[in-house]
Nanobody, 126 residues
């Protein structure tokens, strides 16, 4: 079992930056794909970014490309999401997730991820 805990989010002005982290504990984290999802009020949870077990392959939702960067430090069992150029539309609860990586893992698909953090609120003011 993998337990995930996101860092505190926060309030940031439009155009600003924020870095989220997600600390993992439990099983060997390096075997897992990791992802970030978000859910805005009244909307479905959506894919943000993902990283395979090696950290060499990244995946982003179109609206996050060029603004968000996902990374991982397996030695520290931590995943990061660097968010730049934040917009009010980025306001949401952000969740980190992990799933045992395999050759068929679908990194953008929510139900591929078995383990989830509690979520952290990010609010972007205009």
């Amino acid at each position: 079992q993998v337990q995930l805990e996101e860092s505190a989010g926060g309030l940031v002005q439009a155009g600003g930056s924020l870095r989220l982290s997600c600390a993992a504990s439990g099983r060997t984290f390096s075997n897992y794909a990791v992802g970030w999802f978000r859910q805005a009020r009244g909307k479905e949870r959506e894919f943000v970014a993902a990283l395979d077990w090696s950290g060499h392959n990244t995946y982003y939702a179109d609206s996050m490309k060029g603004r968000f960067t996902i990374s991982r430090d397996n030695a520290e069992n931590t995943v990061y999401l660097q968010m730049n150029g934040l917009e009010p539309e980025d306001t949401a609860v952000y969740f980190c997730a992990a799933g045992l990586d395999s050759g068929r893992f679908r990194y953008t698909v929510e139900y591929e991820y078995r383990h989830w953090g509690q979520g952290t609120q990010v609010t972007v003011s205009s």
